[in-house]
């Protein structure tokens, strides 16, 4: 993908590609700082907690407005005088921070002026830095929460409260623990940050080549081989991304081609790519920031979300890879020449080292090790793997130039940091996490499924335009306590997770649906067909949700039968699911065979014994159907 079609995707045409060269050496040398100060602190301990945040925020802002312009017009190869401004404003409000801590915290709850001066103008740079890196969604959305706190007492009483001054939402917003340098800044300073890197070193060592080569070697001579590729490489790629556009850029530029040549349309190859890249998202070992934050905010250590997540996350890829298949069938799609295959055996045989970062992440995840530090000990892996071949040595050079691509990759999530820590901290001050279960309960009173239901729709409008990770957080500061309320009955981690599987929708679903676009972008196809395909294809997005309300698939409660019962019925509910939502099985289905899927597809899930082999029959009597008229004139669409 070109930078250009990157910039047509995000909407936003702000980056600076040519920075002159001694802006660019400035830019280079934050960017590696940042990098080694904190995949030192992973491995060797981290300083005090207010340069940990500090350091992290201070960079962050500073490398932006070098590498972000104010305007589109704004010089290209320079910082402007207002960038320059504001990157001087950042070192100023956050170094600040760092150095005035000890006092802040002395004074806590009588603060000074010029405390109170330094958080406004922080609270404005931190909505500046977002609206350059993410459009302006998110600001307007944090401006609405602080209109919305100073103006409580006049709204409607059934989301009216007391009403707050100015200067008790800045200091709330900057200097306590919920705002600018709260759980956000924290998980992303402590986490997230490290394995963007990852996935850099990985980038340019090359190892990603045999990530592409390992599934078209294992699934490139089945129908529809081409986009099987598609969903394993995603998923091998998606699992240490924890970008589903980034995924899709990076293993899209190769398998989008590849699918558009063996007979897919455009526009479905676009759909297939993006769709198979939001199931990175739900795999471990990094799932996006989503464990990182669910660990702090349900107390559960990472490792079991991750292990809990495994199941749901092959459902996914299992759905779309089932749908794919038919999709091929429905079309005659023609199967990838053997000569561009790999051979299995020979290609474990002379790259089978190349798994061992990633099975030394997750190696050290499983023996209990941190998060942190597993990352750290993986880019050491990568380095050293990297030097199996002269071609994928990571030499000085290379690792400065890995350094720099994490450190911009990491710009764009680190910019909506601070915005997203003062919408937290809004709702917490304001009580409107209080108030908006209320309004929800009074709808949907003890039904889980028009909460879920409504819950989807606020993520989905929530998620137009912002980061899947901030839609994420903030809508389960407000949803989670619905959920989790007696009436509902949901465990914690399953609120978060039914919040989290949709949260992802804005990535794929119309009209904001920047995974879609990207893989649009790549396909040169429509980008609204693209969009509307790749809902059709990630739609399992708002089945389990619901499995994870009414089932015991995340073995949160019952026996192990009932678990082990869960999650066949789950694996054949999809399946099925995956049918109906093609329409085509044998050949493609009329409206009664749609029918009786469908009510297959439903008994399945519901995991009792009586109707999950009653859906098996059901079935079988479509198969019968349908073979007994796929060899008859007009009975086959092939």
């Not at 921070?97 to 001066?117: H, K, S, T």
């Not at 089932?322 to 290609?347: N, Q």
């Amino acid at each position: 993908m070109t930078q250009t079609e990157s910039k047509e995707i995000s909407g936003l045409d702000t980056q600076r590609t040519e920075l002159k060269k001694i802006y660019k050496w400035i830019f280079e040398l934050g960017a590696v700082a940042l990098v080694l100060f904190y995949i030192y602190s992973a491995g060797f301990g981290s300083a005090n907690e207010q340069f940990h945040l500090g350091f992290y925020l201070l960079l962050t802002f500073a490398l932006i407005g070098i590498f972000y312009r104010c305007r589109k017009n704004s010089p290209v190869s320079r910082p402007s005088v207002i960038d320059l401004g504001m990157i001087a404003l950042s070192i100023f409000t956050i170094g600040y921070w760092i150095v005035e801590y000890p006092n802040l915290v002395n004074r806590a709850g009588n603060y000074n002026q010029l405390d109170i001066f330094v958080g406004g103008v922080a609270i404005l740079i931190s909505f500046e830095v977002s609206r350059r890196t993410v459009g302006w969604a998110l600001p307007i959305i944090a401006v609405i929460g602080i209109l919305y706190a100073l103006f409580g007492r006049s709204l409607p009483d059934i989301i009216a409260h007391r009403g707050l001054p100015l200067r008790r939402i800045i200091e709330y917003c900057f200097f306590s623990q919920a705002g600018v340098f709260g759980i956000m800044a924290n998980v992303m300073a402590t986490y997230v940050i490290l394995f963007i890197f990852f996935g850099a070193f990985l980038e340019k060592s090359g190892v990603g080549q045999f990530f592409i080569n390992l599934p078209m070697s294992i699934a490139g001579r089945s129908i529809g081989g081409a986009a099987k590729v598609s969903v394993m490489t995603s998923g091998f790629f998606g699992s240490v991304a924890g970008s589903a556009i980034a995924n899709t850029v990076a293993t899209g530029t190769f398998t989008i081609p590849l699918m558009k040549r063996t007979g897919f349309r455009p526009h479905v190859a676009g759909a297939v790519e993006a769709s198979a890249s939001v199931g990175g998202q739900f795999l471990p070992p990094v799932m996006g920031a989503g464990a990182f934050l669910m660990a702090e905010r349900t107390g559960l250590p990472y490792s079991k979300i991750a292990l809990l997540s495994i199941v749901p996350a092959i459902l996914y890829f299992l759905s779309v890879w089932v749908m794919v298949h038919f999709e091929a069938k429905k079309h005659g799609i023609e199967r990838i020449p053997d000569t561009e295959i790999p051979k299995l055996l020979p290609l474990l045989k002379s790259g089978w080292y190349y798994l061992l970062p990633l099975l030394t992440l997750v190696g050290m995840l499983i023996v209990g090790y941190t998060a942190y530090k597993a990352a750290f000990f993986a880019i050491l892996a990568t380095i050293a793997v990297s030097y199996f071949r002269p071609e994928t040595r990571l030499t000085p050079k290379r690792i400065w130039e890995a350094m720099v691509t994490g450190a911009k990759n990491s710009l764009a999530i680190g910019g909506a940091v601070g915005t997203i820590g003062i919408i937290v901290a809004v709702i917490d001050l304001t009580g409107l996490g209080r108030i908006f279960p209320d309004l929800v309960l009074s709808v949907a009173g003890t039904n889980k499924t028009i909460a879920i239901l409504f819950l989807a729709a606020a993520s989905l409008v929530l998620g137009m335009g912002i980061p899947v990770t901030a839609a994420y957080l903030i809508t389960s500061e407000l949803a989670v306590p619905i959920l989790t309320t007696p009436e509902m009955g949901i465990p914690i981690i399953a609120a978060h997770l039914i919040i989290f599987w949709l949260s992802q929708d804005s990535n794929i679903t119309p009209p904001v649906a920047l995974g879609a676009y990207a893989g649009a972008a790549i396909a040169r196809a429509d980008p609204w067909k693209t969009g509307w395909a790749c809902f059709k294809f990630s739609k399992l997005l708002y089945i389990m949700p619901l499995l994870f309300a009414y089932t015991h698939i995340l073995f949160t409660g019952g026996t192990a039968i009932e678990y082990a019962l869960s999650v066949v019925s789950a694996v054949v509910g999809t399946v099925i699911f995956s049918i109906v939502t093609m329409g085509f099985f044998i050949r493609k289905t009329y409206w009664y065979e749609w029918v009786l899927l469908a009510l297959a597809a439903f008994l399945a899930y519901i995991y009792n014994i009586w109707t999950f082999v009653l859906a098996i029959v059901l079935v079988g009597v479509v198969y019968i159907l349908q073979k007994r008229t796929s060899n008859f004139p007009g009975g086959s669409v092939r």
